[in-house]
């Protein structure tokens, strides 16, 4: 069993930034894929970005440039740096671990407004 606890959502301006974190705990292998999706009320959840213990990075196009996914092994965490926040950004954020076996945190509202 992995747990994931995010952290770091809030209300923002439009063009303002956040940083989110997600904590894994548990049986974490050291081969494994994290990262991030959203969803938005009354949408699908979507892909924002994902990153491999090798630090390989995907964006959804998006995100692309604003958005910056990273990790710290030694930790177990994941992060994502927002940028250039816009009203469309507005979700929940959930943080994503996969070895295999695909794990899911609560997540943590991001509110973009003015």
């Known amino acids: 069993q992995v747990h994931l606890v995010e952290s770091g959502g809030g209300l923002v301006q439009p063009g303002g930034s956040l940083r989110l974190s997600c904590a894994a705990s548990g049986n974490i292998f050291s081969i494994n894929l994290m990262g991030w999706y959203r969803q938005a009320p009354g949408k699908q959840r979507e892909f924002v970005a994902t990153i491999t213990s090798g630090g390989d990075t995907v964006y959804e196009d998006s995100v692309q440039g604003r958005f910056t996914v990273s990790r710290d092994n030694t930790k177990n965490m994941v992060y994502l740096q927002m940028n250039s926040l816009k009203p469309e950004d507005t979700a929940v954020y959930s943080c994503?671990?996969?070895?295999?076996?695909?794990?899911w945190g609560q997540g943590t509202q991001v509110t973009v407004s003015s």
């Open positions: 994503i671990y996969d070895d295999g076996e695909t794990y």
